[in-house]
């Protein structure tokens, strides 16, 4: 029987990474994260080798024997089954990000969502989540199994730690492979509440002021990344007044501001 938990830390021997990446199978296949045989997940061994999930199986139902060891460039170097298609875009992180020693690939339903939606993950509503991610952007659609798909990752892999990416899923990294996965299982919660104050009809920004005392203290716990690529990154509630905040008006006064707005258009002619 395989352990329910996973220590803190990357230096470890290959069998309690490969006993590790099948622990976090269960788990994101457990949470619902993935269906039928989606999702990755990876860690980097040494400098030279990386041990993935493979492909064509459910993540939920992996034994250490099935894992696949690779090099970095995707190579195989041992194990009976195939790397995953998907494992360029692990690779990518990995020799763009020295600090990363693991990445999570998931669908998780709420997440994907907002990257099915084109919508990233970036307000600044929730305090943990400024602490934590700073804000989670969405990567545009590249086809799976493709360099497309790394290509889309690029330009963002050095800034965040958790990605959206557009009509597909998510993934994450992490200086180790439970961190990765509490990445994942974040961005998922985020998603969630963020989605319950979209059916709610109202959100309440932290101020600019909020948002830079968190960034601070993520920058003095250590757990900051290179600078976000944007400068909304997350939005305030003064960027959210400033650049368009939602706001709701009846059909009444709808119909009513697209009548004056007409009739002051006849008027100028
Ligand atoms: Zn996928």
Redesign the pocket.
């Known amino acids: 029987m395989l352990p329910e938990s996973i220590s803190p830390g990357h230096v470890k021997s290959e069998d309690e990474h490969r006993r590790d990446v099948c622990t976090v199978g269960r788990w994101i296949h457990g949470r619902g994260f993935v269906a039928s045989t989606?999702?990755?997940i990876s860690v980097r061994l040494d400098p030279h080798r990386v041990l993935t999930s493979p492909t064509a199986i459910s993540k939920g139902m992996m034994t250490p024997d099935d894992l696949v060891i690779t090099d970095l460039r995707g190579r195989k170097l041992s194990g009976q089954r195939n790397p995953s298609s998907?494992l360029a875009m692990h690779l990518l992180i990995y020799s763009r990000r020295p600090d990363i020693n693991a990445v999570c690939?998931?669908?998780p339903p709420t997440a994907t969502g907002y990257a099915a939606a084109g919508m990233p993950l970036n307000k600044a509503l929730v305090s943990e989540i400024v602490l934590s991610l700073g804000c989670i952007p969405v990567a545009r659609y590249g086809t799976?199994g493709t360099p497309e798909l790394s290509e889309t990752l690029e330009p963002l892999v050095q800034h965040y730690d958790a990605i959206l990416?557009a009509n597909?899923?998510v993934v994450t990294c992490g200086q180790d492979l439970l961190t990765a996965f509490f990445r994942m299982e974040t961005t998922e919660h985020f998603a969630r509440v963020a989605l319950v104050t979209e059916l709610l009809g109202k959100q309440v920004l932290l101020s600019g002021e909020d948002v830079e005392k968190l960034l601070a203290a993520r920058v003095r716990y250590g757990s900051a990344t290179a600078a976000p690529a944007g400068p909304e990154c997350p939005v305030t509630a003064e960027g959210a007044s400033a650049s368009g905040e939602r706001i709701h008006v009846t059909r009444e006064e709808l119909e009513a501001l697209i009548e004056e707005a007409v009739r002051r258009d006849r008027a100028r002619r």
């Open positions: 989606d999702g990755n998907e690939h998931a669908h799976p990416m597909h899923g």
